[in-house]
């Protein structure tokens, strides 16, 4: 796991950057009356993004409800909020969807919020048990099936809301082919911080955000037994929330 995006670590002081009222505030150069009318171009009266001729009614964006990040299958707040279509049929889906002579036995299917990884064990070569040779197998499986693999990920996208990425694996080699690496963000305290920057100056990492990475996944290892019992309580609590009423 290797973020691309390096998390800011400088967070801004209480009340930097943020209004304090709808349409009255500090008035500064270019903001006030006489800038381009009222309140200036866009801004309300004093200055602030909020009133008359700006982000209210006949203003940029108004008081409406606000449009959702992320397309249609957007999560507002944690799992807790989700709306993103139930996964937990999504190991049967591809199990009868995928070709049967692709994989030996069913695939492994991980879930997240983001991403369906799906991995499966290939045959193994005849006579042939060395790292080239699985390794040319993987590489073969993946040019032989590229199209078909597309299309089985546009289905199972438009039925889980979720990208969905593939790997493949023979003996001791496993391989992910293109799968997301999602920018997390977090502000770190200086104790915190201290501790990814001893990771970097030790040559663990290259950067703090590979730190991290590295953090989580060492979390991840040793700890493996109580996420996955964690995250079966969650699947039960979704699919208890799922049978309820609508609202």
């Given at each position: ?173 496993r391989e992910l082919f293109a799968h997301l690496a999602v920018p997390v963000m977090t502000r770190l305290r200086q104790p915190q911080r201290q501790v990814l920057d001893t990771l970097v100056d030790a040559g663990v990492a290259r950067s703090r ?39």
């Amino acid at each position: 796991m290797h973020p691309h995006d390096n998390p800011s670590d400088a967070a801004p002081e209480d009340g930097a950057g943020r209004g304090r009222g709808r349409g009255r505030g500090r008035r500064g150069p270019g903001f006030g009356p006489g800038s381009g009318g009222p309140g200036g171009p866009g801004f309300g009266p004093g200055g602030m993004p909020f009133g008359p001729g700006g982000m209210g009614p006949g203003g940029m964006g108004g008081p409406g409800p606000r449009g959702r990040r992320g397309g249609p299958f957007a999560r507002p707040g944690g799992w807790q909020q989700a709306d993103l279509p139930a996964a937990d049929d999504a190991t049967a889906w591809f199990v009868g969807r995928l070709p049967g002579d692709w994989f030996v036995g069913a695939p492994t299917i991980t879930v997240d919020r983001e991403e369906i990884l799906v991995v499966g064990e290939l045959p193994p070569v005849d006579g042939e048990d060395s790292a080239a040779a699985a390794e040319g197998r993987i590489a073969r499986f993946r040019e032989q099936t590229r199209s078909e693999r597309m299309a089985i990920a546009e289905a199972a996208q438009a039925r889980y809301g979720r990208k969905v990425s593939w790997g493949a694996s023979l003996g001791d080699r496993r391989e992910l082919f293109a799968h997301l690496a999602v920018p997390v963000m977090t502000r770190l305290r200086q104790p915190q911080r201290q501790v990814l920057d001893t990771l970097v100056d030790a040559g663990v990492a290259r950067s703090r955000s590979e730190a991290l990475a590295w953090a989580v996944s060492l979390v991840g290892q040793h700890t493996e037994a109580w996420l996955a019992e964690l995250r079966e309580k969650m699947a039960e609590v979704d699919k208890l929330r799922a049978q309820g009423p609508a609202l």
